[in-house]
């Protein structure tokens, strides 16, 4: 089965900092790989995904995550944080084969300082 | 635009209530999920749908059932709700047939619930 670890519970930047927002992921063939965004009372929001190809992916909103295999990580980064990124963000890792149904970790919380 | 409706949004009632999720989708996908989402924890898939008359439970066992009797709606259901039921309940679908698409999931905006 497959598992993500976000280390960090809460980031905190400057608005006009770059971000980077780690993931590690565990699973024994290459996975799909997500990042997604959560507005205080909302639902999830798709930011990117990697299936596979080019291991720098660019999602919504100005973000990109990196693939690296070598390290089973997929960071999420962003050159410039508006304060309007201030959100819950999560990774999530689906088999590339079976049920497809992807597992989430348990988010990192970023705040942005004006 | 949300293409997924998730209702009541919060909802709060007394222990031992029977109490019914609604969630609802125009996107004609096959998959649903329900997770369920306490802060600071990982998302837990609770059950999911591959189609109509198809449940599964999840990864987190849960005293909720559910049902899909048409594509587009797939409600939960607690019969007894406890104050250890509270929490927030995600509703996702995704298409359902192989490869990468069918595991990106549309979420609703969440129905929060409280037990008292």
């Known amino acids: 089965a497959q598992s993500v670890t976000q280390p960090d519970i809460h980031i905190t930047v400057s608005e006009g900092a770059s971000l980077e927002l780690r993931c590690n992921y565990s699973?024994?063939?290459?996975?799909?790989l997500f990042w997604y965004v959560q507005s205080p009372g909302q639902g999830l929001q798709l930011l990117l995904k990697?299936?596979?190809?080019?291991?720098l992916v660019q999602g919504i909103k100005g973000f990109e995550a990196e693939f690296k295999r070598s390290q089973s990580s997929f960071n999420l980064r962003k050159p410039s944080v508006h304060w309007s990124d201030a959100a819950e963000y999560f990774c999530?890792?689906?088999?590339?084969?079976?049920?497809?149904?992807?597992?989430f970790g348990r988010g990192t919380s970023l705040i942005v300082h004006p | 635009e949300a293409d997924i409706y998730q209702t009541p949004r919060y909802l709060v009632i007394g222990t031992g209530k029977k109490i019914t999720l609604e969630c609802s989708q125009t996107?004609?996908?096959?998959?649903m999920y329900w997770y369920q989402q306490d802060p600071g924890m990982e998302l837990h898939l609770i059950h999911y749908s591959y189609g109509v008359n198809s449940t599964e439970k999840g990864d987190l066992s849960s005293e909720s059932t559910v049902s899909r009797i048409r594509t587009e709606h797939f409600p939960l259901t607690l019969e007894s709700a406890r104050p250890s039921h509270t929490s927030q309940y995600l509703c996702?679908?995704?298409?359902?047939?192989?490869?990468?698409?069918?595991?990106?999931?549309?979420f609703g905006a969440g129905s929060r619930l409280t037990v008292l």
């Open positions: 699973y024994g063939a290459t996975p799909y």
């Open positions: 999530a890792v689906a088999p590339s084969g079976g049920s497809y149904i992807p597992t």
């Open positions: 996107m004609g996908h096959d998959k």
């Open positions: 990697y299936f596979s190809g080019d291991t």
């Open positions: 996702a679908s995704s298409r359902g047939q192989g490869g990468p698409g069918a595991n990106v999931l549309t």
